[in-house]
């Protein structure tokens, strides 16, 4: 028996079934460290100061329009009666769906054994961190005192009052609060062999001083490695009903209330259709030219911008479905005011914005269908910023499309942004930015530990890697 | 804390927000920041930390901002939500004046008509009245028990204490206080009129009769 399968010698598959590597040209495991880590060391690239002399400054603009808000009020931005809710709530909602690709990638895509997402997940986990930040900033400085915003906690305070339960923007805290810290987990443990590499590699004291302090003491022995798995399979198992429960409950900040088009049964899962949509859709923004600048095109590889615009057409399609079962809806219901609001989505003062999202959210993506569309790199990148653009009008359309028309016309009014909202969402960009920077300079991009185990080389069973004969090298 | 959210829930949209410090600072200057204003030869952040209530605006405008003020009603700071209070000052007022004068008694109850607001006294056409719904023979009480009483958006279940009584028409053409004007939007419509914006083809359901306040003036109702 053991005779007959000495002699046995695994065959290459035929070209025709053969699926392109997930790291192309049989490049050898050193390379991918050396690759990968060699983006966060060295001297700094030109193009990086050039971004961060863009981004930071505007980090700080915002900074200085937030204490501008803080010291005078609301009222500097353009919300009024009756539209009390703006370009926060909007952004907010916006930035939020965002953050939903990165913990999608990491968790759902581990738990179904995707295993092209190793090379995007960290760079998508750190995207969703920094928009999970974006988001967090405007629900807090948009109240109207923000000192009192710790009244959300649930701490008894001096009149011995809680938070009342009962309101989904005390349950918006609890699933923001409770999807930044198990994302921020999530990702600093998968961080951990990687900080282990960089730690190794370093030449200066305090590069190993810190990398080191962050690696905690990571050797790369068995026991490390088959701890480091569970934990990593237990949090990603906690994290996947949170990609899904964060949206429906910010969906649920609308849905609960009485407004026509608010007020509707399938918000929850439109949004987070929605919210992957617009995630995977700041993924590619973010990735296709990162892997031309940091000469990662080998590991971030066509076959993976083909997997994520696959992904976005399959969402941004649920999304244009949603949209079909809201006027459906809205018609089948017969309720005059629901009517309306629909109405007013696409014919109203605001038609433009129904028209945006209609456009970017229910027929960009279709292109997608198309392989010479997902292999065009340039196209890609203007796809997936109209994917965006697109996310932004629908909750422009969400928020203020609905409030400025509702059931009374002696209430009806227009909104309108100030110099002060547009310039604050352009803060947000550059702590976005600020952050995504630093997070390449310093850390790991890719997954390097994780890449590796994808390569075909590591793969024992694979004619061409590991282990030739009986599992064992020959 | 001022999330605004009751106010977008609001379908009467009866709310109102205190974006500015407006009972700080006059209109002109709502949107000057203590940060980079100066005033009273330092800065107002500065001046800010030393009162905070006339910390915004210069000494002496802030003496004149007080006179202004009626002193019953307070307006609150930036970043708190206002709606109509039935008047709370005069009805804690009467509250007060009863159970002084009841005594050891216990008759705190307010007699009907003695709580008057400030809109009921200052409407001409006597059209606002106020009391207790709890007592089924107040005035208000009477009135809500007519046929013509009901509930702006009733469907809602918001269940509103404010109702109205619906317009009576002489429908008698012979009459002189007739009028040629539609009994209800549905007739109106039916009348062949159509509003002008298609954004307000919601309304042409909702028999909601009112002149619309929108920025072009559309009017849907006919001018009395």
């Keep these: ?474 | 804390m001022g999330t605004r959210y009751c106010s977008n829930n609001c379908p009467y949209k009866v709310r109102r927000f205190n974006y500015f410090d407006y009972n700080k600072r006059p209109l002109d200057q709502l949107y000057k920041s203590p940060l980079y204003s100066r005033m009273d030869g330092q800065w107002g952040f500065a001046k800010w930390f030393q009162d905070v209530d006339k910390g915004t605006i210069p000494d002496q405008e802030w003496e004149l901002m007080k006179l202004v003020r009626n002193p019953q009603v307070t307006v609150r700071m930036r970043g708190v939500m206002e709606k109509c209070t039935f008047c709370l000052q005069r009805v804690e007022q009467a509250r007060i004046a009863q159970k002084v004068k009841a005594g050891a008694s216990g008759d705190i109850e307010i007699p009907d008509g003695t709580i008057r607001t400030a809109c009921q006294q200052a409407c001409p056409a006597e059209a606002i009245v106020f009391g207790n719904i709890k007592d089924p023979n107040s005035r208000v009480s009477r009135l809500k028990q007519q046929a013509r009483d009901y509930q702006v958006l009733d469907f809602l279940s918001t269940k509103p204490r404010l109702t109205y009584l619906a317009r009576v028409r002489n429908p008698n053409p012979a009459m002189p206080d007739y009028h040629e004007k539609p009994l209800s939007f549905v007739e109106w419509e039916s009348q062949g009129n159509r509003l002008e914006e298609p954004g307000e083809q919601g309304a042409a359901h909702g028999a909601t009769p009112g002149g619309s306040t929108d920025e072009k003036g559309a009017r849907p109702w006919p001018k009395h």
């Design chain 1, 1 to 474: 028996m053991a005779e007959a399968l000495t002699h046995l010698q695994l065959q290459a598959p035929p070209a025709e079934l053969a699926r392109e590597p997930l790291v192309a040209n049989q490049r050898p495991l050193g390379w991918i460290s050396d690759t990968i880590a060699g983006v966060a060391e060295g001297k700094t690239p030109t193009w990086w100061w050039i971004a961060f002399s863009i981004s930071f400054p505007m980090m700080l603009f915002g900074f200085g329009l937030i204490a501008y808000l803080i010291s005078t009020g609301v009222g500097i931005w353009g919300p009024n009666h009756p539209v009390m809710w703006g370009w926060a709530i909007i952004n907010f909602v916006w930035w939020i769906g965002i953050g939903h690709a990165g913990t999608l990638i990491s968790a759902i895509l581990f738990l179904l054994r995707q295993r092209w997402r190793t090379a995007v997940n960290r760079a998508a986990e750190a995207m969703t961190i920094f928009a999970v930040m974006c988001a967090a900033t405007y629900p807090v400085i948009h109240i109207g005192r923000v000192w009192f915003g710790w009244w959300m906690l649930p701490l008894p305070n001096s009149n011995s009052i809680w938070p009342q339960f009962r309101s989904p923007l005390m349950w918006d805290v609890f699933a923001v609060s409770t999807y930044f810290t198990v994302s921020v987990l999530f990702w600093y443990v998968g961080l951990i062999p990687d900080l282990a590499v960089m730690r190794d590699r370093a030449r200066t004291k305090i590069r190993k001083f810190l990398y080191g302090l962050f690696a905690l003491g990571w050797t790369g022995s068995h026991r490390h490695w088959s701890n480091y798995e569970k934990a990593y399979l237990i949090l990603a198992g906690l994290s996947t009903p949170l990609v899904l429960s964060v949206h429906s409950i910010v969906s649920l900040d609308f849905s609960v209330s009485q407004l026509p088009g608010w007020h509707t049964t399938i918000f929850p899962p439109y949004f987070v259709a929605g919210a992957i949509y617009s995630g995977f859709g700041m993924v590619l923004t973010l990735l296709v030219p990162l892997r031309k600048i940091c000469k990662l095109e080998e590991v971030i590889t066509l076959r993976h911008i083909d997997v994520i615009c696959k992904v976005t057409l399959a969402t941004g399609s649920i999304v244009a479905y949603a949209y079909g079962m809201e006027y459906f809806i809205a018609w089948y219901s017969g309720n005059p005011y629901e009517k309306a609001a629909f109405w007013n989505r696409l014919f109203g003062k605001y038609w433009y914005g129904g028209w945006a999202m209609i456009f970017c959210n229910a027929l960009v993506p279709q292109l997608f269908w198309f392989r010479k569309v997902r292999h065009n790199l340039v196209l890609v990148f203007i796809l997936s910023i109209l994917v965006n653009v697109g996310m932004w009008f629908e909750r422009f359309v969400i928020v203020i499309g609905s409030l400025y028309q509702d059931f009374i016309p002696a209430n009806w009014g227009y909104f309108r942004p100030t110099w002060v909202d547009v310039c604050t969402y352009l803060g947000t960009f550059g702590l976005f930015f600020t952050f995504f920077l630093l997070f390449l300079r310093f850390l790991p991009l890719i997954a390097i530990a994780e890449v590796k185990a994808v390569a075909p080389q590591a793969d024992p069973h694979h004619p061409l890697g590991g282990a030739k004969v009986q599992g064992h090298h020959a």
